[in-house]
C-alpha cells in the first residue's frame, strides 16, 4: 500500500504492470459470486466463437460461388443451396456479434459502475490533507479518464485483439489446408512485422500522449478553478490574466498533440507499406497457381476475401494497442487512488458509539500540521455533559483545528481526546461524526435546490422536522419570497444566496440532525447585528441540554457561556466566565475593549 503522502494530482501513479492491471480489472469483471454475471460473459465468448467461425467460412462459401459460375458447364444452373448458404452464413455473422454485444453490455456498465464506486467511496474515507494537496479539476479527470478506459479495454482487449488473433489462426489453417502453407507463411511474417513495428513506434509515440494528458489535467484544472472562483475574478478585473493562463495550458497541450499526430503518420505509413507488401506477394503467389491450373478462379476470390478480413481490423492495431496501453495507464492512475492509504481509519476493534451524556474531553492533546510547527501544545480541557464551553483568540491560535480534531479529520500527535470517558480513536468514525452538529464558518452548499441543502443534515427526517427547522433557523420568511420556495437552486457552492443566508441553511441543517454535541465554528460570523439576535436566540435555544463547544469570534455571541477558554499559541491561556474573565483583566478583557471599540 502507499504511504499516506499526498502530492499532486500528477502524482497519482500505479507501479504494477499492465498484466497486473488486467488482472485486477478482472476481479471486477469476474466476481465472486454473481453466477448470472459469469453466465453472461460464457455466452458472449460463445457468440464471438460462432461469429468468427463463420468470419472464415464466409469466404469458403463465395469461393463455391465463384467457381460455380466459372465453370461454363455449370453457368445455366442456379446454385441456389450456395446462395442460401451465403446468406445464411452472413445473417448468423451479423447475429452472433449483435448478440455478443447485447450480452456484454450489461458486464462493461456494472463493471465501470462497481469501479467508479469504490473509487468515489475510498476518496471519501482518505483524510482531509489528501484533498487539500488535491486540486478537484484534476482528480475528476483522474476518474473520468478512468472508468472511460475500462470500457475501452473490455471491448476492444476482448472483442478486437483476442478474437482478430482467433481468427488470423483459422485463416492460416485455411489457407494451409485448402492451398498451401506458402500462404500461410506469407500472412504470419507479414503480421509478425506489423506487429513488431506497431508496438516499437506506438512504445515510442507515448511519451506525448502522457505530455497531452498532463497539460489538458493542467488545462481543466485551471478552468474549473477560474468558473468556481468567479466573484473573485471579477473582484480584481483579472478576466484577461485568466484568459492568459488557461490559454498558456492550452498551448502546451496544442503542442504535444501536434507532436503525436506527426508521429502518427509515421506509424500509419509504416503499417500501410507492411500491408501492401504482404497483400502483393499473397495475390501474386495466388495468380501464380491461377495461372498454372493449381488454383481456381474462386481460391483467387477467396485469398483476395481472406486478406481484406484480415488486413481491414489490423489498420486499428497500431490505435487500438496505443490505446490500450493509455487506457491501462489512465486505469493504474485511478486505482493509484484506492493503493493511498488513509491514517484516519477505523481500527479493527472499533465500537459504534452510542452517547449517553455527551461529555468532552482533551488530555494532554498536542498537535501540527507539519512537524516543525506546533498548533496545539499539551491541550487538556474537560467540557461536562450540558455544558457551554466558548474558545476565543486569535487567528491561527487553533480554535478550529480543535474542532477537527474532535472530528477526526486529524489524529492528535500525542495525548487523546474522549466522549463520554470513550477515546474517539476506539468509535467508528461514522458512529462519531453521526453523533456531532456542525455549523461550520465557511457553508458550502451543493449546487441542488434549498430543500436539498437544507435536508442534507438528516434525510431521513419527515416534512414536518424539515419545516421545525426552517422555523429555528429564521429561514421561513426568506423562503416564502422565493418563487419557487424549497425547490430554488442555490448555484455552484450556494453562490446564489448571501453569506447570511448559507449561515442560516447550516444552522438549520444542525438543527435537523438534532445532534447530541454540537460544535458552532464561529456560526454567525456572517450576519449581520439584527440578524445575529435572532438567529443567537435560536442557537441557544438549541444549545439547550446539549454539549456544546463554541468557537467564536463576536465574543458578544458567548457572554452566556458556562466556560470561555482563551487559546494563545495553542495552549490555555485564560479559563472562566464572561464576568470572571473580564475582572481578571487579561488578554480576554483587551478583545472585550477592542470589539466594544470597534463597534462604537
Not at 205 to 208: A, D, G, I, Q, S
Not at 272 to 278: A, D, F, H, V
Not at 460 to 464: L, N
Not at 529 to 536: M, R, W
Given at each position: 500500500?502507499r504511504?499516506?503522502?499526498?502530492a ?5 501513479e500505479y507501479?504494477?504492470?499492465?498484466m ?8 471486477y ?8 454475471f459469469?453466465?453472461?460473459i ?10 468468427k ?6 469466404p ?17 444452373v ?8 451465403y ?29 467508479a ?17 488535491r486540486?478537484?479539476?484534476g ?7 478512468g ?25 492460416v489453417?485455411a ?7 506458402s500462404?500461410?507463411l ?9 506487429i ?8 515510442w509515440?507515448?511519451?506525448?500522449r502522457?505530455?497531452?494528458?498532463k497539460?489538458d ?7 474549473i478553478?477560474?468558473l ?5 475574478v471579477?473582484?480584481f ?34 503499417q ?7 497483400t502483393?506477394a499473397i ?5 501464380k ?29 497500431g ?16 486505482f ?14 472499533a465500537?459504534?458509539?452510542?452517547i ?7 488530555k ?13 501544545e ?10 457551554t ?7 491561527g491560535g487553533?480554535?478550529s ?7 477526526r ?17 476506539s468509535?467508528?468514525?461514522a458512529?462519531l ?20 441543502n437544507?435536508?442534507?443534515g438528516?434525510p ?5 422536522k424539515?419545516?421545525e ?7 421561513e420568511e426568506?423562503i ?5 420556495g ?8 450556494g ?5 447570511g443566508?448559507?449561515?442560516r441553511?447550516?444552522?438549520a ?7 447530541k ?7 454567525t460570523?456572517s450576519?449581520d ?8 436566540s ?14 467564536a ?8 457561556a458556562?466556560?470561555?477558554i482563551?487559546?494563545?499559541d495553542?495552549?490555555i ?5 464572561h ?10 478583557q483587551?478583545?472585550w ?7 462604537d
Open positions: 500500500m504511504p499516506t503522502s499526498y499532486d494530482d500528477n502524482s497519482i507501479d504494477k504492470p499492465g497486473e492491471i488486467i488482472r485486477i480489472l478482472l476481479g469483471i469476474w466476481p465472486k459470486g454473481k453466477r448470472g459469469k453466465v453472461r460464457v455466452l458472449a465468448l460463445i457468440c464471438l466463437i460462432l461469429a467461425l463463420c468470419s472464415v467460412y464466409l469458403i462459401v463465395y469461393k463455391q460461388l465463384v467457381d460455380h459460375f466459372s465453370d461454363k458447364a455449370l453457368v445455366m442456379l446454385p441456389v443451396a450456395l446462395i442460401t448458404s446468406g445464411a452464413v452472413k445473417i448468423s455473422q451479423s447475429l452472433f456479434k449483435e448478440l455478443r454485444d447485447l450480452l456484454f453490455v450489461r458486464v462493461t456498465q456494472s463493471t465501470r459502475r462497481s469501479v464506486l469504490e473509487v468515489f467511496q475510498h476518496l471519501h474515507s482518505l483524510p482531509l490533507q489528501f484533498h487539500l494537496d486540486q478537484t479539476g482528480l475528476s479527470r483522474v476518474i473520468e479518464r472508468t472511460g478506459a475500462i470500457r475501452f479495454v473490455m471491448s476492444f482487449l476482448i472483442f478486437n485483439i483476442g478474437p482478430t488473433l482467433f481468427e488470423l489462426a483459422l485463416v489453417f489457407m494451409s489446408y485448402l492451398l498451401d502453407v500462404f500461410a506469407i500472412i504470419v511474417v507479414t503480421v509478425a512485422l506489423y513488431a513495428l506497431t508496438v516499437s513506434v506506438t512504445e509515440r507515448l511519451k506525448y502522457r505530455e497531452m494528458n497539460q489535467n493542467q488545462a481543466n484544472t485551471k478552468a478553478d477560474s468556481l472562483n468567479f466573484e473573485t471579477k473582484y478585473g483579472n478576466e484577461r490574466f485568466e484568459f492568459d493562463r488557461y490559454d498558456q495550458s492550452l498551448k502546451f497541450y496544442e503542442n504535444a498533440a501536434v507532436k503525436s499526430q506527426g508521429s502518427l503518420l509515421v506509424l500509419n505509413a509504416g500501410q507499406l507492411i500491408i501492401g507488401l504482404g502483393i495475390l501474386v503467389l495466388a495468380a497457381g491461377v495461372t498454372e491450373g493449381r488454383y481456381t478462379v474462386g481460391d483467387f476470390v477467396m485469398v483476395n476475401t481472406y486478406m481484406l478480413q484480415l488486413f481491414i481490423p489490423l489498420n486499428f492495431l490505435f487500438v494497442y496505443r490505446e490500450i496501453k493509455q487506457s491501462l495507464l489512465d486505469m493504474g492512475r485511478m493509484g487512488i484506492l493503493e493511498e492509504v488513509s491514517s484516519i481509519k477505523d481500527t479493527p476493534d465500537k459504534s458509539l452510542e449517553q451524556h455527551g461529555s468532552i474531553e482533551f494532554a492533546v498536542s498537535f501540527g500540521y507539519s512537524s516543525d510547527r506546533k498548533i496545539i499539551d491541550f487538556t480541557l474537560t467540557i461536562p455533559e450540558g455544558k464551553f466558548a474558545i476565543v483568540g486569535a487567528s487553533g480554535k483545528t480543535l474542532f477537527r480534531l474532535l472530528m479529520f486529524y489524529d492528535s500527535d500525542s495525548g487523546e481526546i474522549l466522549v463520554d470517558g470513550i477515546s474517539i480513536k468509535m467508528t468514525i458512529s461524526r453521526a453523533a456531532l452538529g456542525v455549523v461550520p464558518q465557511d457553508t458550502v452548499l451543493f449546487n441542488d435546490t434549498l430543500g436539498f437544507i435536508r442534507y438528516d431521513s427526517k419527515s416534512e414536518e424539515v419545516r427547522a426552517i422555523r429555528a433557523a429564521q429561514l426568506f416564502a419570497r422565493l418563487p419557487k424549497l425547490d430554488t437552486t442555490v448555484g455552484e457552492r453562490l446564489k444566496l448571501s453569506g443566508e448559507k449561515q441553511v447550516a444552522i441543517r444542525a438543527i435537523l440532525r438534532d445532534p454535541i454540537l460544535i458552532l465554528d464561529e456560526a460570523s450576519l447585528s439584527k440578524t445575529e439576535t435572532v438567529i443567537q435560536a442557537l441557544n435555544q438549541l444549545m439547550k441540554h446539549r454539549t456544546s463547544l463554541v468557537i469570534h463576536r465574543l458578544s455571541t458567548i457572554v452566556d458556562d466556560q470561555i482563551v487559546l494563545k495553542g495552549k491561556f485564560e479559563q472562566g466566565t464576568q470572571e474573565l473580564i475582572s481578571q483583566k487579561g488578554l480576554y483587551d478583545l475593549e477592542q470589539q466594544r471599540q470597534e463597534q
